[in-house]
């Protein structure tokens, strides 16, 4: 999908087809693996937060307050292929 | 080297089609063609450059940025007599399997040299250069990052560029 095709999907709140390029985007060019990898960051990030360690939430709402909203849209992307690369099972490790 | 004639000649014509089916909205259509430029000297007289979208970096440089939705539009250079080991890949879009046990099967650093040290090739440009080829912006590829990568290679007076997509 070229990024053209992505903003004609923003501005006619087409949101399948950005749904469809995120799933894509993060399953290798397959859409059920990359739905599956979303859930897969998600339930590692979770895993981690049971047992309720000390985390360090100054850090977090500090960044939260002052970066700008790109910047924490990029970390969120690298956040999920963190979790997911964390979680053991890597689709992206060079084995495809 | 090819005359623009031959560019014509598709050996998987379904394919565009069975891309964009998977894929709708990733064609891009170009109406103009720049042709392939003719070697003005022999193979073992010229200069060459690699260029290659593999992702390949010196260790230690910034790492491609593999997780952006839109791409990564910066390339690095790779000197050309660099050894494997100071080279590293960062790259999500492909199987590196094969090129972390040897780098050569996709960037072949090793090869060139060999066939430079033998006078098959004339020498080797400097540097050679790499990026990441998960771009989604096709025309920022080309405003940005082809014509400054172009002008790198002018400016290492390289005679030839060996292009690869990885």
Redesign the interface.
């Known amino acids: 999908m070229s990024l053209q095709y992505l903003k004609d999907a923003d501005a006619s709140k087409d949101t399948e087809k950005l749904i469809r390029y995120v799933r894509l985007h993060l399953g290798d060019g397959d859409e059920a693996a990359g739905r599956k990898e979303v859930d897969k960051a998600w339930v590692e990030a979770l895993k981690l937060l049971l047992d309720t360690p000390p985390t360090d939430r100054e850090f977090i709402l500090q960044t939260l307050a002052e970066r700008d909203a790109a910047t924490l849209a990029h970390l969120f992307f690298h956040l999920h292929f963190y979790f997911v690369k964390r979680s053991g099972a890597w689709i992206h490790d060079g084995q495809l | 080297m090819t005359d623009n004639s031959d560019v014509t000649t598709q050996l998987r014509p379904r394919l565009w089609a069975t891309i964009n089916e998977?894929?709708?909205?990733?064609?891009?259509t170009k109406s103009d063609h720049v042709p392939l430029a003719k070697l003005q000297k022999p193979l073992s007289e010229s200069r060459l450059t690699f260029v290659s979208t593999a992702g390949v970096q010196p260790r230690g440089t910034l790492p491609f940025d593999?997780?952006?939705?839109?791409g990564d539009y910066t390339f690095r250079r790779v000197p050309s007599d660099s050894k494997p080991s100071e080279l590293e890949i960062h790259q999500?879009?492909?199987?590196?399997?094969g090129?972390?046990r040897d780098l050569n099967v996709i960037f072949p650093l090793e090869r060139l040299q060999e066939l430079a040290g033998e006078g098959v090739i004339g020498k080797l440009a400097p540097n050679f250069f790499s990026f990441i080829g998960y771009n989604?912006?096709?025309e920022?590829l080309e405003r940005t990052l082809a014509e400054r990568l172009a002008e790198q290679v002018v400016a290492e007076g390289a005679d030839m560029a060996l292009l690869s997509p990885a």
Do not use: F, N
């Not at chain 2, 999500?92 to 399997?97: R, W």
């Open positions: 998977r894929y709708p909205g990733v064609m891009i593999t997780v952006h939705p839109v999500i879009k492909y199987p590196t399997s090129a972390t989604m912006d096709a920022r």
